[in-house]
């Protein structure tokens, strides 16, 4: 309730009578208190007088009395073996004095302290809030430990026990406001001032299906179901399950003096399952590990676990089995059955990664295959993806890349390649070092940087490239060689002008260089002090002369290095002078040859006339310095 003054209209709070009372309570005292006088507790404020400690072992129930002990003897509760006796008891009571809050006079109405605890209130923690200002004075420290012990006590946490950190924490904050005087805090500080004996949880036994963990997912992002994963890849020595032993906890005490028992820990999990010698049982002191003696493949029977090195599905698709995942490495294989040619083997959206992989029917739309050796007896989709050192795909439409390559009939597909062998072909485009097609028919674009042999030419509009830059790397390689001949040009040229300008200076002052050592070989024989402009112009002329020798051998690393780069470019458009075109029978429809020079870098065209008999083509340079293509020997 609120007064008011008659002459100013201005709120008057209504003032309370100090008084004393004994509580264990705190806040729930200050609470009574402000209810009694109909004012809020905001309004109240209180000192502590004393703090009485009380002890006593047994229940509440026992008649067992509570027995004070002095502040001496509170030190001997930091005794681990009494504190955490279930049947320890202790609390304390505190007589408080219970007056108005006067805010106007209170020189610490800004700093605005709070107390917190974590969960199990064995951690008390200070915070001086944000934007909280205080001035030091000389009772600073005493006035701060009041201030935290009032917190504490309304907060239910016992003072003077568990705090031992707490004079240091005074003192930190004492020394900053000392140093500043009127001390702002522009963020929250937060310390530990108090801590009790934190319980260690109780843990019940458990089995935990390592294998089967699935991925955590940002709640935000796009879950893939396709990659829930039916079939689980382990490596060797991989844990796949663990059953984690029951382990009873440990008890704990916390600020409050209250006892934390531990509870009697479950024992539901234990198991039953067996393993054959594909896994390996390990016994630790907190569990028992099931590890993989080998990589494969976890498979799960009625009763029974294994990993299997290989294993046979009929298909792979979102239903039956999910993406699978097992690495490059892992040295496992996977064979699928499915033939029938109005089905997918490999289903759509499917992303495999896998050692080996043996595909008897077709590769769905939109899916990935990766592999160090496939083989695909089916076709592949014009959408679909197959990646593999060695590839055997029977019909391709899609795009595979690898080392060698082998495909029976490509129809429209894209492949890239070091060494790609195609039974025959219905356009498509290749690209790789060398390219050899048993049956040519039309639109196929085939790329090389060595070799494209043709066995049987039956369609046109065919074109046949040699590119000795083909590979990323080679272009790479040139682009990166080129900048740097261009750089190490530039820098030829300048340390070039350095030196012409250091040895005419040299030359110009050599002449007064042999005076000046003659005459410092005088004073030095005659045990004369040397002038120091004499010994300033020797020394000058002989830096000079090491600083014109360091960049003469610089300029010769340089042109050295400037030679190979240069041997190294002209040793890919070599290349290109080797490689070859071959059509073994004659030439019928419209096709073309083409070879890409590096310098000049030009594209040269030769169109085979139908009928030609000519086979073998490659690229001459003529003595009139003109590139062309024309029959070659072999």
């Known amino acids: 309730m609120a007064f008011f003054s008659s002459k100013k209209n201005k709120p008057m709070l209504k003032k309370v009578r100090p008084t004393i009372v004994k509580t264990q309570n705190v806040a729930k005292e200050l609470l009574s208190f402000a209810k009694s006088y109909g004012i809020k507790v905001e309004s109240l404020d209180f000192s502590i007088l004393e703090v009485q400690t009380f002890t006593k072992e047994g229940d509440d129930a026992s008649a067992k009395e509570w027995e004070e002990i002095s502040g001496e003897e509170l030190y001997e509760l930091d005794d681990v073996k009494a504190l955490l006796n279930p049947k320890f008891q202790i609390k304390q009571v505190y007589e408080i004095e219970i007056f108005s809050k006067n805010t106007e006079e209170d020189p610490y109405r800004y700093f605005n302290l709070a107390i917190g605890v974590n969960a199990t209130k064995c951690k008390v923690y200070l915070s001086i809030q944000d934007g909280s200002v205080v001035s030091y004075s000389k009772n600073f420290e005493r006035d701060l430990l009041a201030l935290i012990n009032k917190n504490k006590v309304r907060a239910g946490i016992l003072i003077n026990i568990f705090d031992e950190m707490l004079p240091n924490a005074i003192s930190q904050i004492s020394a900053f406001v000392r140093v500043e005087e009127t001390a702002k805090y522009n963020k929250n500080e937060t310390v530990l001032i108090a801590q009790g004996f934190e319980p260690t949880a109780t843990i019940n036994d458990d089995i935990v299906y390592h294998y089967n963990k699935k991925e955590e997912v940002d709640a935000h992002s796009k879950v893939d179901y396709a990659s829930r994963g039916f079939i689980h890849s382990v490596l060797k020595d991989e844990l796949i399950i663990e059953y984690v032993k029951a382990k009873e906890g440990k008890p704990g005490r916390n600020c409050r003096g209250e006892f934390m028992a531990s509870k009697e820990p479950l024992t539901t999990n234990a198991p039953t399952f067996k393993i054959d010698e594909s896994i390996k049982e390990i016994n630790t002191p907190n569990s028992i590990e099931y590890r993989a003696t080998v990589s494969g493949y976890v498979v799960k029977g009625t009763d029974t676990f294994s990993v299997q090195k290989e294993l046979d599905v009929g298909e792979i698709s979102f239903k039956t089995t999910g993406s699978i995942s097992s690495g490059l490495d892992s040295d496992i294989s996977i064979n699928v059955k499915e033939t029938d040619a109005m089905k997918d083997a490999i289903g759509t959206g499917m992303n495999i990664e ?95 940087s060595k070799l494209i042999e043709i066995k049987k030419l039956q369609g046109s509009e065919n074109i046949f490239t040699i590119d000795p830059l083909l590979k990323r790397n080679s272009q790479g390689d040139l682009g990166n060689s080129e900048k740097e001949i261009k750089g190490l040009e530039n820098a030829i040229k300048d340390t070039n002008l350095e030196i012409n300008k250091y040895t005419t200076m040299l030359e110009n002052n050599l002449q007064t260089f042999n005076s000046v050592k003659k005459r410092l070989i005088h004073y030095k024989k005659n045990g004369v002090k040397m002038p120091e402009s004499f010994v300033k112009q020797y020394n000058n002329f002989k830096k000079a002369q090491e600083h014109l020798a360091n960049i003469t051998k610089e300029l010769l690393n340089k042109e050295e290095h400037l030679l190979l780069l240069t041997n190294k470019t002209l040793a890919l458009q070599d290349n290109i002078f080797d490689a070859r075109v071959i059509n073994r029978e004659h030439w019928i429809g419209h096709n073309e040859i083409r070879f890409k020079l590096i310098n000049p870098p030009i594209e040269l065209v030769y169109k085979p006339q139908q009928g030609s008999v000519e086979k073998i083509f490659g690229l001459v340079k003529l003595e009139s310095g003109e590139f062309v293509i024309q029959a070659v020997s072999e």
Not at 415 to 444: H, P
């Open 354 to 448: 896998v050692s080996e992989i043996e595909i008897e029917g077709n590769i769905g739309p939109n899916s990935t295959v990766n592999a160090i050796k496939a083989t695909v007896g089916g076709q592949t989709h014009k959408t679909s993806q197959i990646r593999a050192h060695n590839l055997k795909i029977n019909t391709h439409r899609g795009t595979a890349y690898g080392k060698n390559i082998h495909i029976t009939r490509l129809e429209h597909g894209i492949v890239d390649g070091d060494v790609v062998e195609i039974g025959q072909t219905v356009g498509g485009k290749v690209k790789a070092r060398e390219i050899v097609v048993e049956l040519c028919g039309s639109y196929l674009k085939a790329t090389a």
